[in-house]
């Protein structure tokens, strides 16, 4: 998305945070009240390849945690075509924000739903993001279940969340296939 590289070995099987700092163009700093951009990465949340590993699962929501809690934003990429991967990796994230919930941070969070061919597709798919909401709705439940927090029953009494504005339609940034493809411009 920012056109960046991350290491990753097979599958997700890197697993960490890794973080690269990015200059703002002078234009924007204005606009973005900042000069610098980390942009931290997740990799290997929820990988099947060390599921088997003790603790496999409270690392994954410790590690999700930590990136959320130094984050004034958290993008999550909803370019995964498995519906099944991708649960796994909202239901991290909604841990990770009943845990800030807990400690006074009201974090930001925007959907991108990447490689979409018409970008007009906000627009028409106000279905598909009622089922994502409906998704983040049963999966909030759960996890205030499993962190403890009583009357917690939906996505919205986690963050502020909106339908239209914290989802986003976005063409694939690569020209072709990575890693050496050219950015789309």
């Not at 610098?36 to 949340?45: K, P, Y």
């Not at 945690?65 to 909202?90: A, C, F, W, Y």
């Not at 239901?91 to 007009?120: E, Y």
């Not at 909106?162 to 050496?180: A, C, R, T």
């Amino acid at each position: 998305m920012f056109g960046l590289q991350f290491p990753v070995a097979s599958g997700r099987c890197t697993r960490g945070a890794f973080m690269t700092l990015l200059k703002v163009k002078e234009d924007f700093e204005g606009q973005l009240g900042c000069k610098f951009i980390i942009v931290i990465d997740t990799e290997g949340l929820k990988a099947q390849e060390l599921a088997s590993l003790e603790d496999s699962h409270e690392h994954d929501n410790e590690l999700a945690t930590l990136v959320v809690g130094l984050s004034d934003i958290t993008i999550v990429n909803m370019s995964m075509e498995n519906s099944t991967e991708m649960k796994d990796i909202l239901q991290i994230v909604v841990h990770a924000f009943l845990r800030m919930k807990k400690v006074g941070k009201k974090p930001n969070c925007q959907f991108v739903h990447q490689n979409v061919s018409d970008v007009s597709a906000h627009e028409n798919n106000m279905r598909d993001r009622k089922k994502l909401r409906e998704q983040l709705d049963e999966m909030t439940k759960v996890a205030a279940k499993m962190e403890k927090q009583d009357g917690i029953t939906s996505f919205s009494d986690v963050i502020d969340y909106d339908l239209e504005k914290h989802s986003w339609y976005i063409p694939g940034l690569w020209q072709g296939v990575p890693p050496m493809a050219p950015v789309n411009s």
